[in-house]
Nanobody, 125 residues
């Protein structure tokens, strides 16, 4: 599975961005997708995850009510709509695939086998 994240940029606090993750490759059997973010010197923090069907979604407490993850399997795309952005949301955002968890993907980055290249999100105060 190959993934490519895009849509990052510079935005003021309170603004919105939508990240996209294009997926390709062997998707037989389905896979869960997660979004993670990383700042310098820190591990990748979980942001949100979605099941293969899209029926199950899971969010970090810090983004609940502000971020929405969704997917369009017909287009092989996963999205992360980010509203009411805060400076602490700044970081490099990665999308990742877990082929072992198509129904209930988790929040541990080490469970995800395939990663995109990341897209920078900067929220100014």
């Amino acid at each position: 599975v190959q993934l490519q994240a895009s849509g990052g940029g510079l935005v003021q606090a309170g603004g919105s961005l939508r990240l996209s993750c294009a997926t390709s490759g062997n998707t037989f059997g389905g896979y869960g997708i997660g979004w993670f973010r990383q700042t310098p010197g820190k591990e990748r923090d979980f942001v949100a995850a979605i099941s293969w069907s899209g029926d199950f979604t899971y969010y970090a407490d810090s983004v609940k009510g502000r971020f929405t993850i969704s997917r369009d399997n017909a287009k092989d795309m996963v999205y992360l709509q980010m509203n009411s952005l805060k400076p602490e949301d700044t970081g490099v955002y990665y999308c990742a695939a877990d082929p072992d968890a198509p129904y209930y993907p988790g929040s541990n980055y080490y469970d995800y086998d395939y990663w995109g290249q990341g897209t920078q999100v900067t929220v100014s105060s």
